[in-house]
């Protein structure tokens, strides 16, 4: 427990705001996304609501402290000490604690991948129901739907911007050199969605939870953006799967001498001071639509690592 519990440094720069304050998210779109992991977990009945938010409130006075000392750059002043501000959630620094502090709540009571899988593809599918009234998913063109999907999150405050690459991408991190271009255009291409597309989401608000959820829960994190989009693809008659990598898109090498020195030349003995600030979740998307006679290969993607969605998750 305590600070050694949650690897907040991992974003955090002495003296240097990382996010501005100016961005907020809505309250009913973190409401929603905090609201699908409780239900998720009393419906499943993994944990009893009682027990729930009990574990939950524990986590939250005792981590509170080490994390806003590590943010403090990053949290509105009148939060102040408090663990419990509705108002609070809007601000993307608070709903990253929030959401960490739900997931690791119920983390331990998910015993294999197995249980994880099931439950992320729940929250995802409660979350997409809660939310689709407010968006347009019908929209013939798919590109066009799935981008919708998209600027909900966007228009909600959740990430700051998004880019689709729909055709010749590369199976890859985007280098420094291939910058942000928004939200890509959709209206030019027909509905039909392709077999494999790559969606980059910009600074999603849990980013930072979600790496210390992963490194500490056996893979186990939000997967907020894809769990809903997996949700979407379903009820739009596909089967899909995702592989997610969490990235920073640009770092700052070290500045003294000796860290230049052994940053070009190495050292097995010494490590180099360069901070992980991850701002960055690139996705990596397979889509198809099954029949009985060209059933989508599911076990071909399992094995190369996806997260599957769909009728054979």
């Known amino acids: 427990a305590g600070a050694a519990s949650m690897p907040w440094n991992v974003k955090k720069v002495q003296g240097k ?29 993994v944990m009893e609501a009682k027990e729930f938010q009990e574990k939950r409130f524990r986590l939250q006075r005792q981590e509170w402290p080490y994390y806003k000392e590590a943010f403090q750059h990053e949290l509105p002043d009148q939060l102040g000490d408090s663990i419990e501000n509705d108002g609070g959630m809007t601000y993307p620094a608070y709903f990253n604690f929030l959401s960490y502090v739900q997931w690791k709540a119920v983390a331990d009571k998910l015993e294999d991948r197995e249980s994880q899988n099931t439950f992320v593809r729940k929250v995802g599918r409660i979350a997409w129901n809660i939310s689709k009234s407010e968006i347009d998913w019908m929209e013939k063109n798919m590109r066009k739907a799935l981008a919708n999907v998209l600027d909900f999150f966007v228009q909600g405050g959740y990430i700051d911007d998004y880019e689709i690459v729909w055709d010749n991408f590369q199976a890859s991190v ?31 608000a849990d980013i930072v939870s979600s790496v210390a959820l992963r490194a500490e829960e056996d893979g186990l994190w939000q997967r907020c953006v894809s769990s809903v989009l997996g949700a979407f693809l379903e009820d739009r008659g596909f089967e899909s799967a995702v592989d997610e990598y969490i990235f920073q898109d640009q770092w700052t090498g070290p500045r003294t001498l000796g860290g230049k020195a052994l940053l070009l030349f190495g050292d097995p003995l010494q490590q180099v001071d360069v901070p992980f600030q991850p701002n960055a979740i690139l996705q990596e998307w397979r889509t198809c639509t099954s029949s009985q006679d060209s059933p989508c290969p599911s076990k071909k993607w399992q094995k190369s690592g996806f997260f599957l969605y769909g009728a054979d998750a």
Not at 17 to 36: F, T, V, Y
Not at 174 to 203: C, H, I, M
């Open 17 to 45: 705001e990382q996010r501005s304050l100016s961005r907020k998210m809505s309250p009913r779109l973190a409401s929603e996304l905090l609201q699908s992991v409780y239900l998720t977990t009393v419906e499943t009945g």
């Open 174 to 204: 985007p280098t420094l050199e291939q910058q942000w271009t928004g939200g890509s255009d959709v209206n030019d291409y027909v509905g039909v969605l392709p077999s494999a597309f790559q969606v980059r989401l910009k600074s999603p």
